[in-house]
């Protein structure tokens, strides 16, 4: 009998080994070449806690939003959220309600669904839909270091209706 051929799918990379393939990069790196880099991770950085700054603000226009999104990743995005829920303000950086009474609760019951469901998150955001626009927004953010973001193909970003 003749083993079966296997197809070669690809997996996807793991946070591990995208580690070391930038690792390999670095020490594939003359000095000059390191000096660039973290010139680079650094102005990248600093562009992204500006944009952090900006969205605590709200946005008006959906397009100023688009437009940064390509020069942060979910984490930023998740400071934008967390730091709007703390200032009172909902976590959705196009909306401008305010944060009503908080909810002490930690978990909600759903009888209808027989689920139970972790209110945790679900606390920075005056609605359900401007929970669940937030998040669909940041899953489509990418998760790669920002500084190698030239060498990606960035993806055009989609917001859900708020209507």
């Known amino acids: 009998m003749e083993p079966r051929a296997r197809s070669k799918s690809p997996k996807p990379k793991s946070p591990k080994s ?42 008006e226009d959906e397009k100023d ?36 009474e908080i909810p002490k609760q930690k978990y909600h019951i759903s009888s209808s669904s027989t689920k139970i469901y972790d209110l945790t998150e679900r606390k920075h955001f005056c609605s359900g839909k401007c929970f669940k626009s937030s998040n669909y927004l940041k899953m489509q953010l990418l998760t790669s270091p920002l500084w190698l973001r030239d060498q990606e193909e960035i993806p055009e970003f989609k917001l859900l209706s708020l209507n």
């Open 18 to 59: 995208k580690r070391a393939a930038i690792m390999r990069q670095l020490r594939k790196m003359n000095e000059e070449q390191l000096r660039a880099a973290i010139l680079k991770k650094k102005e990248c950085n600093a562009k992204a806690a500006k944009i952090v700054e900006k969205l605590l603000d709200p946005i």
């Open 65 to 100: 939003l688009l437009k940064v999104l390509p020069d942060i990743n979910q984490e930023h995005y998740q400071d934008i959220v967390e730091e709007r829920a703390i200032m009172k303000i909902c976590g959705f950086p196009l909306c401008k309600e305010q944060l009503g």
